[in-house]
């Protein structure tokens, strides 16, 4: 019975270059939810998944940014050519009943 | 488009005074309203939700259709209610997307 989990906790990068970010959902969860929270901000929409495709990535910033989750399960978001402006706190959520998201720690990227 | 604003970023009230903290939204259908937390160290959670009507933790929040808000409200605060607090918003209707506001960080001095 853990809960969401995700890794890294923390990634140091440099500008340009490539970043994995996994999630590990709550067993169960069919929906799996992506968010960044910049400092002194709420966290800001990225993706959501039901069960394996994306029902909604209109926060995705830009095409830089993809998520998948090919089985219905662990979801990773991959950055690509990463930007300091990219610096935040990745938050991965998952869910069973609409509006009820459990929350992992996140993962703070520092893109220097 | 979905908006939730929370007007104060900090509010600090002592120990038994009464606490409100203003949520107002913006959609043009019928929204489902949820109140998140963070305490320190610990991971966002569900607070509560409009359509469950329950006070949680002696927390209460009513939707105002007409004004657009989502207040939340305790009329004796404790030292332990001491976090960030995020007010969001979901489409409803089977949209699962939830928007969230920027958060007021709530000090309750002893």
């Known amino acids: 019975g853990a809960g969401v989990s995700q890794t890294p906790s923390n990634k140091v990068t440099e500008k340009g270059k490539y970043v994995e970010l996994r999630c590990d959902p709550i067993s169960g969860h069919t929906a799996l939810y992506w968010y960044r929270q910049s400092l002194g901000q709420g966290p800001e929409f990225l993706i959501y998944?039901?069960?394996?495709?994306?029902?909604?990535d209109s926060g995705l910033p830009n095409d830089r940014f993809f998520a998948v989750r090919p089985e219905g399960s662990v979801s990773t978001l991959k950055i690509q050519r990463t930007e300091r402006g990219d610096s935040a706190v990745y938050l991965c959520a998952s869910s069973r009943e609409a509006g009820e998201l459990f929350f992992g720690e996140g993962s703070r990227l520092t893109v220097l | 488009a979905q908006r939730v604003t929370q007007p104060e970023k900090l509010l600090s009230v002592f120990k038994g005074a009464p606490v409100e903290l203003k949520c107002n939204y913006s959609?043009?259908?019928?929204?489902?309203l949820f109140w998140y937390v963070q305490y320190s160290r610990q991971r966002l959670q569900l607070l509560l939700r409009h359509i469950s009507r329950e006070s949680i933790k002696g927390f209460t929040a009513d939707l105002n259709k007409g004004e657009t808000s989502f207040h939340l409200k305790k009329p004796f605060a404790q030292e332990e209610d001491s976090a960030m607090y995020y007010c969001a918003l979901s489409g409803g209707g089977g949209s699962e997307k939830l928007v969230f506001g920027k958060g007021t960080k709530l000090t309750v001095n002893p």
């Open positions: 998944f039901q069960g394996t495709g994306a029902a909604d």
């Open positions: 959609y043009s259908g019928s929204p489902e």
